[in-house]
């Protein structure tokens, strides 16, 4: 078991797509289709964007998508909005800290 | 509207105990694993501890093992986390959170303030 790796910054002009990378290993990530992803903005609950890999809950627009390759998750946002400027973590199934480090997502 | 409400945070010196509770509206409570996630000041967040649905399984981050116990009363719709010998590295919001089964967290309460200080 291994700690999921996120880059701690991302950046993107309005109206842009950004990803966001999470790698862990074969046996998290690259095991099990598990992989969920997170917005917080400063001093609010963590709310779940995406789980099982590319699963939208009710209510998440469709901006947000998710993928996997190997032992990498990606979480893509498009057409960046303004309101899309928060922390984003990823978390797996199998992972040894469950959640990824944070990105934090600056929208120029 | 699906719900989670915690209570029970505070100021307490290290050493010293502290229980938190978690209040669930809006779902069946029982049908669910539950989870307590916290998050330290300026840092990022960190699963502690989960239960499954009928409290027969307890899983614990190896940092608060032997420390805190998870528990839950699915006749109160309530999910706690009885906290002991704490340190100032427990200092952190605490979130419960309803569990889709995987350690992935589709219901997140406010999650209350515990620091440990002298």
């Known amino acids: 078991q291994s700690a999921l790796t996120q880059p701690p910054s991302a950046s993107g002009s309005p109206g842009q797509s950004v990803t966001i990378s999470c790698t862990g290993t074969s046996s998290d990530v690259g095991s099990y289709n598990y992989v969920s992803w997170y917005q917080q903005h400063p001093g609010k609950a963590p709310r779940l964007m995406i789980y099982?890999?590319?699963k939208r809950p009710s209510g998440v627009p469709d901006r947000f998508s998710g993928s996997k390759s190997g032992n990498t998750a990606s979480l893509t946002v498009s057409g960046l909005q303004a309101e899309d400027e928060a922390d984003y973590y990823c978390s797996s199934y199998a992972a040894s800290r469950v959640f990824g480090g944070g990105t934090k997502l600056t929208v120029l | 509207d699906v719900q989670l409400v915690e209570s029970g945070g505070g100021l307490v010196q290290p050493g010293g105990s502290l229980r938190l509770s978690c209040a669930a509206s809006?779902?069946?409570?029982?049908?669910?694993?539950m989870s307590w996630v916290r998050q330290a000041p300026g840092k990022g967040l960190e699963w502690v501890a989960n239960?499954?649905?009928?409290?027969?399984?307890?899983y614990y981050v190896d940092s608060v093992k032997g420390r805190f116990t998870i528990s839950r009363d699915n006749a109160k719709n309530s999910l706690y986390l009885q906290m002991n010998s704490l340190r100032a590295e427990d200092t952190a919001v605490y979130y419960c959170?309803?569990?889709?089964?995987?350690?992935?967290?589709?219901?997140w309460g406010q999650g209350t303030m515990v620091a440990v200080s002298s």
């Open positions: 959170a309803k569990d889709l089964g995987y350690l992935a967290f589709d219901i």
């Open positions: 099982e890999v590319n």
């Open positions: 239960i499954k649905e009928d409290g027969s399984d307890k």
């Open positions: 809006g779902f069946t409570f029982s049908n669910y694993w």
